[in-house]
């Protein structure tokens, strides 16, 4: 026996109350983009010609916003140890507008580099890199999490040099 749910007969378009509810369930559980909600409810519900109206409305409700949603996003990949580059990528893969993302990401600011050495000290140990390969290695290391070279630079050099 499955505990998914068997996809809705697409067969007859949805209604704008079959449209909100669903949208709402799927707000319930996290925050969604709008381009995002839009895609499942799609994959859900199949064409519904009601749909970008009920995503407009829940928009002017307060119930669905990209700003919201771009600030959980962040907090939850800053939580993860993702760097501001590769949560920019993801945000614009959801369909956020780069100014929002932007807003909420804020990438010159220090925290970044404050995180990266945390970071890098969890992985590496406190010590500076002994060698330039190891330097490298780390260096590599910290840019497939999202982080600038930039940023790795202040991070693997000495903290009392800031």
């Known amino acids: ?20 509810r669903a949208a709402l369930d799927l707000l319930a ?11 499942k409810l799609l994959q859900k519900l199949g064409t519904a010609p009601q749909l970008d109206e009920e995503l ?10 990209d700003g919201r949603f771009a600030e959980a996003f962040v907090r ?3 939580n993860r140890g993702h760097g501001p580059q590769r949560i920019l990528h993801e945000l614009a893969q959801k369909g956020v507008d780069a100014e929002i993302a932007e807003a909420c ?13 945390r ?3 969890r992985r590496f140990g406190e010590e500076a890199p ?5 330097w ?18 202040r991070a693997l050099r000495d903290p009392r040099e800031d």
């Open 119 to 121: 970071i890098r000290a």
């Open 136 to 153: 490298q290695r780390q260096a590599r290391h910290l840019q497939t999490r999202g982080f600038s070279t930039e940023q790795i630079r």
């Open 105 to 117: 990401v804020e990438p010159k600011s220090g925290e970044w580099v404050e995180l990266l050495r």
């Open 29 to 39: 559980r996290r925050e969604h983009s709008t381009r995002e909600l839009r895609e």
């Open 76 to 78: 939850m990949h800053r």
């Open 1 to 20: 026996m499955s505990l998914r749910r068997k996809r809705a007969d697409t067969s007859a378009p949805a209604d704008g109350p079959v449209i909100r």
């Open 56 to 65: 407009e409305r829940l928009q002017s409700e307060g119930l669905l916003d």
């Open 130 to 134: 002994a060698s330039s390969a190891e």
